[in-house]
Every structure is written in structure tokens, then in C-alpha cells.
């Protein structure tokens, strides 16, 4: 879940709320969901929220939201935007993988150091949610004063070109550097750049985004150092570019609130796609941006009285609403329909029910009483559930200890330490499930059998007492091209004696009197298997059926487990017991 | 008259005229004290003996008590170090006294407290004085303790004023004994008088013994009753497998209908469904087991279309979708489900047996799979409770006391609904409720009511609400372990399995 980090004194600044301490401010932010998690070296204090509301992703953003919550703020508020001077003009040269673009340019902003932390901080949070890792959304934030992009002809707007370059085609100064490096360069030798190297590696061209002095930011990967942002920038250009042209936009509309709240100035820029670039067809070719347009969404009174289970007067719903940072309009009716105005930064709000859950927080869900539905229905177990259950309950009254073991495991537990040879036409011989990308060499595949797991709980628990006689009934699975999901899902009964007097008589009696427990017809004919001992491993044999197998386990199994008591030994497929 | 061997010798040992304590008679028998007792009382109750009891009051040294017989008091070791410092002279700084005489901790407070209290000289502003004329050597409490360790049952005279400070200083107990002793009654004399046999004693009952009816006659051998058994350990089910036990008992009592579904699956039922984005950061490598074996090829075509068109333009005239690649592609891959909501969608859709007709209320207990460090709270697979109600017209207020019913069952009560976000149910509400043995606040399962993005695809046209929790952890609030590996998987250990507290 995304963290955001909060001076709290800029909190206090922003939401002119000089009074409130810590400790309220932390109870206030609970109250919207955000959970204190801990504060960061420079005393910050972090909070922890849930990942749909990305516009609290800076405490200009929080700020805003504890306005709203305190009923400082009501209704919708879009900030004011000056008309466009500047064109993000788009070369066809783009790479294809990377196509979009959007941006503000932003004046008269005032950034002392906690300000710019906030802005840096916003930007790596947005890269890292909705921007998937920068993958399918990066912003580029720039000096404009720095930025030259004086129009070529007299009258002409001034603009800025994102277009593509070759790996090795140009050079730059990235930040946090004093080299000109080309972009191919940048992923070798730059830290940021060896970070982000895997978005663009695999590109033709590399994105870039040019002014009248050349290259100044290779997005997604790193800006150029001539248009640093400082603490004595005024003006700002704000770049973003990205694999879908919505969620830049909605990423630039977050960044342009968060620097009105702080007093700049919201200015349009024209983006220009050129003819044969690929542009957003849902939008258009020429586009002006940021796009701080509102949504309208309509919802019924009926249903918002339904799903909280509350009745409401109209007026107390329009309030909700506008405690929510919403506005809402209706007409008196048979049925009340609310028109709700939503604003340009809420990214989650996807169908009307998404308002009703902003009715129910700013109602308070704690004030709903709680009520036990009044709706019969019958209850049941699962026929298989019941029949693991009456199996397991055998095998405890024979005295075995009931086990639970990991559906993973790896290839030698399952198959080289059993001396079983995978694809063979043995019990457990099946072919594996494997996992295609495994986070430990230990768990690599799902078991094709249960005894490993028991032989190797038992190689666990060689200082504890004997006798240790354990069985499980679990799941196992191996890989069958007939079935729709591709594996073949079973649920086996093995059990294991292990005793100083362990021997196939031990199992084989056991295994009978399971058995006879569900009236299930055994036969142990002779067979071969490499985990026993030869001449004493019998197939398990149930109403004709052959389903397992039984014996005394190999001495070389018993060896590589460090095993020194004998143990006998049978697994088959549960099902033979139905 | 026949007795069993030990009240015979008892009996015999015993005195008309004079009190013998039970230690002589063990002296003089041979039987343990305890044995004594028991065949003394025996005797009694056959009208043979008198017992007579006397309590005495008794000081035991404490360890604290005997460290300092050992060390010296820490107030006279204070004396004399500061008298070493040269306090006869003046006052000397506090803490170098404090430093030369080896105190530490909890001794400081007692040396500083007692120092003035015995006289031995004053503290002030950090400096200590003392009274040369004071003498560590005659300091009752010193001797009383000495006198104490020499002979631990001695009963010397100590003054009781001075114990009764030792007893509040906490070095020493002051416990209370009791001495029983015993005569011969008139009936014991003329019983040994008139001759008592020793009776034959019997070990086991032997088949032999009920034929015969020898048993009769037989005085059976006294077992020491309280000893320790030989271990015995029988089978018993996993102690997770109780706890998944009650938990579908408590559910299939409240309603609620079993699901049972594949571990593998495809990424369609797994995620797609649920309405979660396909770059949704829980669907990357990072969290989910693919596995390689080729995709799904049977996926009904319709439903497939539905939940596709979900995801791109969302559901109903004001419903919008995912700015997010979806690919049919990967809707087909299998994989291992990482919450068993997987069964929830195949059971709504239909998909799984019959069209379910509101009301319906089902759940699981079941296993998933997350891709993450195994820990001592987290396990790459682990159990999940699912379940749901499906009914019309079902609010948030129904959720609250169908979640609140099913959690006082396990006696958690004063349920925390805490608004949530998850993609696929909304209003959403992490549960957290009080730990029933620390009070702890704890969250206790993630709940909401299912999105129109999911149901409607599904073909379901009533409200769905659904909750899911692990089991792990409602078990380690049951049983109080500490590292959830112990519970479950091959790195288990067989003792703590077989010493595990049932839960019922």
C-alpha cells in the first residue's frame, strides 16, 4: 500500500489549522483512512493508505482532503487556468512502445526545500502507483526559465518536441552528473539510469524531448541537469509521457493541485500531435492541456438508502456529498436521482457505487448499526470435505499424528531424494507442475506425491521420541493435458510407521482396517517401486481399482534423510475410498 | 488381625505412652515419610492410632537473603566503604562510595534506604557522612541472618520484631510447618496384644487371580499414584485442521454451503474476474506462481466477452473502465490462486454446478499461494476463509452483522469496521477486533460488498457481499503460537503437534 511522508507542520500551514497537535492530526488522518506508520529520519511522519485516492499522495493533497473533512472546504474546486503559450509539439520519430505525451506549464511558484521534497516525493509516488514503475507514466518537471524554446518564425508560439533519438544519436548532461553522456550511456553508467534501463532497452529509438538547445529529458528515465529544478525556480514545465494518454493526463491534473495549493498558477499548453505520430483516438490529435475538466455521474437515492441501510433526507445526502469535496444537484421526484459533479483528480471513482461509498465515510459507516440479514438459507459441508474428514478420523484412531504439509516442494524432494524418476509409470512418477518463475529453489513445482513431504517431516524429527506414526490426506497434482486447467488435481492418503519394529505387516494393517472403515475391498498384489525395498512393496489395490502403493521404505531413502529407524510405508488416492 | 505390611510396621513402631514424630517412625521402619503418614492416618481411621498435629512458625533464607550472607548487607558494605573513602574525615561524594562498595541496581536502593535507617551515618545533597561510633558487627538483622544460614532449621530464638523486618526486606520467608505425631490408642495396644499378620500383597490383577477368586484374600500392592506415566502419544488430528474444523461448523451452522475448486487455475477466474487490472501490481511476477503448462482453452465465451467489456468501458450507463491493458492472452494463463475468491466467481457465475438463485450464502476453507518470504507470520501458502451472502437488497449493515455474528463465535467481540479500497468489492472494510487475551487491536479479515464490475458479468443481478481472512491467523490466536511454521508444512514439529492445546 502507498506511504506518503508529511511534515506536520506544513500540514498545520496548508490546512490553516495551527492548533491541532500530532497526535490529532494522526487521529483526524485515521478517520480518512490513513494509518501512521512511523516517522522517517527527518521526523516526517509516515502514513500508510489504501491505493485508490493517488491524489493523497503529498501533503498538499492530504491537506485538501482534511479541508474537506473539517467542513473548511465544500463542493468541487478546479483550480483557474491561464490560456497556452507553450506547444508540446509530437515528432513521428516517437518510439511506438512509448507514444503519448501530456504537460502544464505552471508560474509563479514559491519552493523552499519542504516544498520541493513534497513535489520530488509526489512525482516517485505517482511514478511508483499509477505510473506502474514508471512504465506506463513518467512526469519530467522542469525550470522553464531554462527551457528555450523561442519560436523559429515571428508570431509563432514557443514549443518544446518529444520525439525519438537514437541510443548513440545525441548527447546530454543528466542530473546528478557532470558528463555528457548519450542515452545509450546514460543506462550503462548513470545509477538512475541502469535503474530504468529495462523500460527502454529493448526501444529502436529512445524517447526524448528536445527545445531550441537541444535534448533536455530522456523520459522515463532521467531529465537533463540544464533544467534542474531549484528552490529559486518560478516557473515550471511539467512533461509527462507514457503508454496511455488518460492516465498521464490524470497524473499531470494531481501534480498541477498539488502546486495550486500552493499558490502558483495553472497554465494551459497545446499538445500537437504531428501527422503520421501516433495520437489518442479517444482525444484527438491537438489537444490542450492539463485537461481539469469535472465528470458527472448519476445515482439513485433509492440505492444509497439500500446499501448503507439508512433512510436519508435528500438535503443530508447533497451534504455528504459536499463534505466529500463533490457537488450534487437533484430534482424532487417519484424517484431522486442525484446529478454528482466529480472533480478532475479523483482517479477512482469508476461507477456510481464508488459515490455511495463516499456518502457512507462522510456519514461515518461507524454510526451504522449492525444487522444480521434476514435471509434463510441451508448450510452444508462439501461431499469431499466430509470424506477427507471421516478418512482423517480413521487414521487418528489408528494412532497416527495428522499432518499438513506444503503443497510445493522441488524436484530432488519429490523426486531424486524418493529415487523416483519423473514421467515413470510409478506412484508419484508423474510429470511436475512446475513454477515458471520461483522465489526459492526449495519450492519450485507442486508435489506429485505425499510421501516426501511425510519422509522429509520425519527427517525433521529425528530428536524427537518414537514412535512417530503420521499420516496425511492432501492435496497433490500432476501435470495432465487433458484437463481444462491443465493439471490434474487429486487428494491422496499416505501414511508412514516409524519404529524400531516398523515393517509391511505394520502398514498393511493399518491400511486394512482403513479399509474395512469404508467397507472398501484390499488387495496388496507384488509390484516394484524405487522408493521400498524389493519383495516387500505391494500396489494398493481398492474395489479392483490399483490406487497406490505399500512398504517398507528403501534403506538408501531412509540414508538420505539420516533416518535410523525402519519405516513402512503407503499412499493412495483418496478417492477409492468414496 | 491382617494389615498390610507398612501399617503393621507403622503400628509396631508407634508408643503408647510416649509422642513419636512421623520422622522417627520413618527412622525406625524404614518407609519413606510420606509412607508413614498415609498408613498413620489409615491406622487412625481404624480407631489404632492418635495423630496429633502442631504448626510451628519457621524463617527460611531467600536467595536475596543468602547473597547477602554471602556479600554482607549492601548498607553495611556502603559503611564500610565509605569509610574507607575517608567519611570519618568528612563527607564524601555518593557515588564513588557507591562504585567502591560494589553495589548494583536494586542493591543501591536498599543500601541507601537502610544506611540512615541502622543509624550509620546521613545522606545529604549526594554526599554521604558517617557516625564512626557505629558498629556493622553488632547489627541484629546481620546476626539474625547469620544465625539463620548456619543451621537452616534451627529454631533459635531470633526477636521477631527483627525477623518480621527481615520478612518485609524480602530476605526471608517466613513459613509455617507442620509436625505430626503419634500414640497408640487402647484399641492399638490390645491389637498388638492379641497379634497382628502382615498381609500378603498382590501386583497385578492376573487372569489367574479373577479365575481363582484368590482376589479375595489379596491386599493389593500401593502404587505411587502421582508419579509420572510412561509418554503416551496417540494420534490426534492437526491442530490447524481444529481450527478449520470449527470454523466450518460455526459457518455451516449460520447457513452457509461448501465450495470446492481447482488450486490451479487460470488467471480469469483467479483475477480477471474480480475486476483487478491486469497491471494491477499483484498480478506481476512479483506476488503470483505461474506455472508452465499451457493456457486454459475452455473459458465460456460470453462470460469471457462480459468481463473484457467490464474492464475496458466498466458497467452501466455511468460506469467507466480500467485505462489498462487487458489481453485475452493472459486471461487463459494458469496459475496458483492467490485467494480462493476464484471458487466465489465460479460458483456466482454459475460455472461450477447450478444457476444460484438468490438467497445464497457459501464459503470455503481453503489453501492459496502468495509469492512471498516465508517469515514467522508468513507462509507462501497458507489457509483462507471465503465467504459471501447473495441476497437482494443487502446493505453495509447486513455485512457488519453477519461479520460480527461469525467473529463473537470465536469470542472476538467489538468488531472495527475500517473503510477500505479493493478493486473488486466496494464500500470495502478491513475487520479488526480486540485479541481475546491481550487486548491487542488486530486486524482480523478484509470484507465489502462485491462491485457491479464483477457481479453483473457474472450474470448475477442481486447484491453479493463477502469477506476473507487466514486461518493462520485466527489459529495463532487460538493457540497461541508464535511462528506460524510450527503449525504448518514439513518443517513442523511433531512434539509441538502432539502438545498443541485441542481447540473445540
Known sequence: MPVVDIDADELRELTGHADKDDAELKADLFGLGLEFEGETDDGDLQFEFAPDRLDRLSVEGVARSLRYHYGDARGVYVPETNDAEWTIEVDESVPEERPYVTGAVVRGVDLDDAALDSLIQLQEKLHATMGRGRAKGAIGIHDLAMVKGAPLQEGAEPSVTYRGVDPEGDTFVPLDSNDELTPAAVLEEHDTGRTYADLVASYDRYPAIYDELGLFSFPPVINGKRTEVTTGSRDLLVELTGTDQWTIDKMCTIVCYALSARGATIESVEIEYADGAAFPEEYGSALVRPNLETDTKSVTHDRIETLLGVDFEPEAVVDCFERSGLDASYTLGEDVTYEVEIPPYRVDVLHPLDLIDDVGRAYGFDRLEPRYPDVGTVGGRHERSRLEDAVRTSLVGLGFEDLLNFHMTSAPENYDRMRVEPGSDVVGGGDPVSITEPYSEDYTQLRTWALPSIVALLERNTHNAYPQDVAEVGFVAERDESENTNVAEHRSVAAAVARRDASYEAAKGRLQALCDDFGAELSTPRTEHPSFIGGRTAAVVIDGEPVGVIGEVHPAVLAEHDLEVPVAAFEFRLDALR | ?504
Open chain 2, 1 to 504: 488381625m491382617r494389615l498390610p505390611e507398612r501399617q503393621l510396621a507403622v503400628l509396631e513402631a508407634a508408643s503408647a505412652t510416649d509422642e513419636r514424630t512421623i520422622d522417627d517412625l520413618a527412622a525406625a521402619t524404614g518407609h519413606k515419610p510420606e509412607t508413614v503418614t498415609g498408613a498413620a492416618f489409615d491406622l487412625r481411621d481404624e480407631g489404632l492410632l492418635a495423630v496429633s498435629e502442631t504448626t510451628t512458625e519457621h524463617a527460611e533464607l531467600t536467595d536475596e537473603g543468602r547473597r547477602y550472607v554471602a556479600d554482607g548487607l549492601p548498607e553495611t558494605r556502603l559503611y564500610r566503604a565509605a569509610l574507607d573513602a575517608g567519611a570519618g574525615d568528612g563527607p564524601v561524594p555518593m557515588g564513588q562510595v557507591i562504585g567502591a562498595a560494589d553495589l548494583a541496581g536494586h542493591e543501591v536502593d536498599v543500601a541507601l534506604a537502610n544506611f540512615p535507617r541502622k543509624g550509620f551515618g546521613a545522606i545529604d545533597s549526594g554526599e554521604l557522612s558517617v557516625d564512626a561510633d557505629a558498629d556493622p558487627e553488632a547489627d541484629p538483622e546481620a546476626t539474625a541472618l547469620a544465625a539463620l544460614a548456619a543451621d537452616d532449621d534451627a529454631d533459635d530464638p531470633i526477636d521477631t520484631d527483627v525477623l518480621d523486618r527481615l520478612a518485609s526486606r524480602g530476605l526471608v520467608d517466613l513459613v509455617e510447618r507442620t509436625t505430626r505425631a503419634v500414640t497408640l490408642t487402647d484399641a492399638g495396644v490390645d491389637a498388638l496384644m492379641e497379634g497382628v499378620e502382615a498381609a500378603e500383597t498382590v501386583g497385578q490383577v492376573t487372569p489367574e487371580l479373577l479365575a481363582s477368586g484368590e482376589w479375595r484374600d489379596a491386599e493389593f500392592t500401593e502404587y505411587n499414584v502421582e508419579a509420572d506415566a510412561p509418554e503416551v502419544n496417540g494420534g490426534r488430528k492437526h491442530v490447524l485442521r481444529g481450527t478449520a474444523d470449527r470454523v466450518k461448523d460455526v459457518l455451516v451452522g449460520m447457513g452457509f454451503q461448501e465450495m470446492a475448486g481447482p488450486h490451479a487455475d487460470s488467471d480469469f477466474w483467479i483475477n480477471d474476474c474480480l475486476f483487478m487490472p491486469q497491471d494491477h501490481p499483484a498480478r506481476t511476477h512479483w506476488d503470483r506462481f505461474a506455472l508452465d503448462v499451457p493456457p486454459m482453452a475452455d473459458i465460456p465465451e460470453a462470460l469471457l466477452e462480459r468481463v473484457e467489456a467490464a474492464h475496458r468501458e466498466g458497467v452501466g450507463p455511468d460506469g467507466d473502465g480500467y485505462h489498462s491493458p487487458w489481453s485475452e492472452e493472459f486471461a487463459r494463463e494458469i496459475a496458483l490462486r492467490g485467494h480462493t475468491t476464484s471458487l466465489s466467481m465460479r460458483y456466482l457465475s454459475g460455472y461450477a454446478g447450478a444457476e444460484l438463485e438468490p438467497p445464497q450464502r457459501y464459503f470455503s476453507v481453503e489453501k492459496v499461494y502468495r509469492n512471498d518470504t516465508l517469515d514467522p507470520t508468513h507462509l507462501l501458502e497458507f489457509y483462507q476463509i471465503e465467504g459471501w451472502v447473495m441476497a437482494e437488497d443487502l446493505s453495509v449493515r447486513d455485512l457488519m452483522g453477519t461479520f460480527e455474528e461469525f467473529y463473537r463465535q470465536f469470542g472476538i467481540t467489538d468488531i472495527r469496521f475500517k473503510p477500505h479500497y479493493n478493486p473488486y468489492t466496494e464500500p470495502s472494510f478491513e475487520l479488526f477486533g480486540e485479541h481475546p487475551e491481550t487486548g491487542e487491536e488486530i486486524e482480523i479479515g478484509n470484507s465489502g460488498v462485491f462491485r457491479e464490475e464483477v457481479t453483473k458479468p457474472l450474470g448475477v443481478d442481486c447484491d453479493v457481499m463477502a469477506w476473507g481472512l487466514a486461518l493462520e491467523r485466527l489459529a495463532m490466536l487460538t493457540t497461541g503460537a508464535e511462528d506460524i511454521r510450527d503449525l504448518h508444512g514439513t518443517l513442523a514439529d511433531i512434539d509441538f503437534l502432539r502438545n498443541a492445546e485441542v481447540s473445540y
